[in-house]
């Protein structure tokens, strides 16, 4: 899908200003006001979360209800019980929980259900099997805030403190204590912290209140349900990971140091991105395809040669999941193929048997290939559980609560969220939410924005601006990595790489030392790079090699150069055009593949961009000639005289 790169505003006077105040060079200043940071307080809290206190976890709504009665549970030996999520962030707040109430002396135990056979929250069924184990208070993390019916249900039978970090619904559960920064009477200044970061404030406040100490322990964990739960890493979030990436590093927790050794990190520095692509996938793997309770043990366990089993365990699934993935990605692509995508605003996809654990990352598959905001079922017994992936400028949340009479449950946020609904309903909710998104969307909602925060030519890239640029760290949710552009270079020895040759490698031409470029995915690119020049959008990053360090260049995007970008007028039409009639009079098929179709016309047709290529291509859609279909193109000569402005893009391109 082609992006349309936004270069930032350009805050250089500025910058120049705010870097004197705040002591730093004008290059992160201006990166500073690019993310709404224009304070001397703000800049300073970002630059330097490691110096910023924790906010005082009573602030937060019913806090001292909740330290309250687990101390008095703690007294008395009542038997405590944490329920959790089947995601990482559940999974980690968890043991989290756990693990700090047992130090504190509480009989403490854990609970997660299991995604396919209980699914999301609570559920009556399930609390009552809890109570009558013996548990006299169960605390929630990372989920409860919409279990009104199950509050009511379990009122008088055992005390419940619900933690999460949902959005609530128009009620609040009747719970003893109901913590969720979300609330609307809740002061606590930071609203984004994961449902590990509300079960840390929980821990903060326990060992406040029963031991004195200021608690700052179990960063480790904390950071690795933060990041995968996808909050934006700023303020406390921030705080929270750039700490935990350090414990992380050097954890002495069995489960960890297995975790680091099954994916080959022990002696890299770990970054966000690590946790996100790496560590919790295999951590997710549990709960998606078996039991989350393995996340937990693995990260409660004391023993090394469990954790290593465990570990490895984990890995093996996260393999089977990758398989069952595609097995599902592939059937939903087939359902795509009848749908019209360019006039679709929503994608609602279901299939039978399809595995619940998976889909939610199908559907972030689907959002990266087509931009639509998707929705994936997976349906069996005539029951759909569903999950969301949105896109910028579509919140999820309000489309499902406008859809909510199509529903038998949903929750979560803007851009992600999760659904249950009769399959018989599925039909009618699809048609419900193509009529809202039809009303909020725009054309201009479906082109991806590439955000650019300056032009830079990678020889302008010094040690002290690679210096300034790490200061950003960790990047994630609300503070991306910065991007930056350059028009016009010329790559070489562009090659495929990679056990399919799925990922791109080449270097830049006309510098005084060579800069390799990587580019994921994007294997198939070689010829154009070799071809032409392009303009690139990149991240810079140091890559270290038997303790060499060189500096290479992560592509996020790239094109024919614009600067070289010709629309294609009558001539180099009519070129086009005697190429396509050829092939076609040859009885050779026409590939629906511009890059392809352009190898074949430069062997015996005037040199040509891919860029004036694919127009030309776009034109003759626009006009009839060239219909696709099943990946190929019909080519369909006109009967009369043909009038080229009737195409938009030919009349764009060549104004009168």
């Known amino acids: 899908m082609e992006k349309e790169w936004s270069l930032l505003p350009d805050t250089s006077a500025r910058a120049v200003e705010f870097s004197q105040r705040i002591g730093t060079t004008p290059f992160t200043a201006a990166l500073l006001l690019h993310r709404g940071i224009t304070s001397d307080e703000e800049a300073r809290a970002f630059l330097h979360p490691e110096k910023q206190p924790f906010h005082d976890p009573f ?9 309250s009665r687990i101390e008095q549970a703690i007294e ?33 135990d854990y609970f997660i259900p299991h995604r396919q056979k209980d699914g999301y929250g609570l559920h009556k069924e399930t609390l009552d099997e809890i109570i009558a184990g013996g548990a006299r208070l169960i605390v929630t993390v990372d989920c409860g805030i919409s279990a009104v019916e199950e509050a009511a249900a379990a009122k008088d039978k055992v005390d419940l403190i619900i933690t999460d970090h949902h959005l609530p619904g128009k009620e609040l559960p009747k719970a003893l204590a109901v913590i969720d920064p979300h609330r609307a ?46 909050v934006p890493l700023l303020g406390e979030n921030r705080k929270i990971v750039q700490q935990g990436l350090r414990v992380l590093k050097k954890s002495k927790r069995p489960g960890i140091q297995a975790l680091l050794a099954v994916t080959e990190l022990q002696e890299k520095e770990i970054t966000a991105g690590h946790i996100g692509f790496v560590l919790a996938p295999r951590l ?15 990260l409660l366990t004391e023993d090394g040669e469990e954790a290593q089993a465990i570990a490895e365990e984990l890995d093996a699934a996260n393999r089977e999941r990758q398989a069952v993935e595609q097995e599902i990605l592939q059937v939903a692509e087939k359902q795509i193929e009848e749908i019209d995508v360019k006039r679709a605003h929503v994608l609602v996809l279901h299939g039978e048997g399809w595995h619940p654990g998976v889909i939610g990352i199908v559907a972030s598959r689907i959002v990266e290939r087509y931009y639509r905001p998707t929705v994936i079922i997976a349906e069996e017994d005539g029951i759909g559980k569903g999950s969301c992936r949105s896109i910028r400028g579509f919140h999820m949340f309000e489309a499902l609560s406008a859809c909510g009479e199509h529903l038998l449950g949903f929750g979560g946020h803007a851009q992600a969220a999760g659904l249950s609904l009769r399959s018989a309903d599925v ?41 300034e640029i790490k200061l950003l760290e960790p990047y994630g949710m609300g503070n991306p990595k910065p991007l930056f552009s350059t028009h016009g270079v010329r790559g070489s020895y562009a ?26 995915g994007k294997g198939e690119e070689a010829p154009l790079v070799n071809r032409e020049r392009i303009d690139i959008a990149y991240f810079p990053e140091y890559h270290v090699w038997r303790e060499k360090r060189s500096l290479q260049l992560m ?21 086009v055009y005697r190429f396509l009639l050829a092939r076609q009079r040859a009885g050779e098929g026409l590939p629906a593949d511009a890059e392809k179709l352009l190898a074949e016309y430069l062997l015996h047709f005037p040199v040509m961009g891919i860029f004036t290529f694919q127009k030309a291509l776009q034109i003759f859609e626009e006009l009839g000639i060239l219909l696709p279909d099943d990946g190929r193109y019909a080519f369909c000569p006109p009967q009369e005289k043909l009038d080229l402005q009737k195409s938009r893009i030919f009349r764009e391109g060549n104004p009168l």
């Open 59 to 67: 602030l937060m709504r019913d806090m001292e209800k909740a330290v």
């Open 555 to 575: 592509l996020e995007d790239f094109r024919p150069a614009r600067a070289e970008a010709k629309h294609p007028d009558r001539d180099a039409l009519a070129s």
């Open 185 to 230: 009477d809740c002061s606590y200044p930071d609203k984004n912290i994961a449902g590990v970061g509300v079960a840390f404030k929980l821990c903060q406040a326990l060992w406040q209140k029963m031991r004195g100490k200021a608690f700052t322990g179990d960063l480790d964990i904390v950071a690795l349900g933060t990041v995968a739960d996808v």
């Open 76 to 108: 008395a030996q009542e038997r405590i019980v944490v329920y959790g999520d089947y995601d990482v962030d559940g999974i980690t707040a968890t043991s989290l929980l756990c693990r700090n109430l047992r130090q504190l002396g509480a009989a403490a």
């Open 284 to 298: 997710n793997a549990a709960g998606r395809l078996a039991s989350a309770l393995r996340g937990v043990e693995l």
């Open 495 to 520: 090659r495929q790489i990679g056990k399919e040759g799925q990922h791109l490698k080449f270097e830049l031409d006309g510098l005084d030392a060579s800069i390799d470029v990587l580019a994921w």
């Open 427 to 467: 039909a009618s909710f699809r048609e419900a939410m193509e009529a809202y998104a039809a009303k909020v969307l725009t054309e201009e909602d479906f082109v991806p924005i590439l955000d650019i925060e300056l032009e830079l030519a990678p020889e302008k890239i010094t040690e002290q601006l690679m210096t």
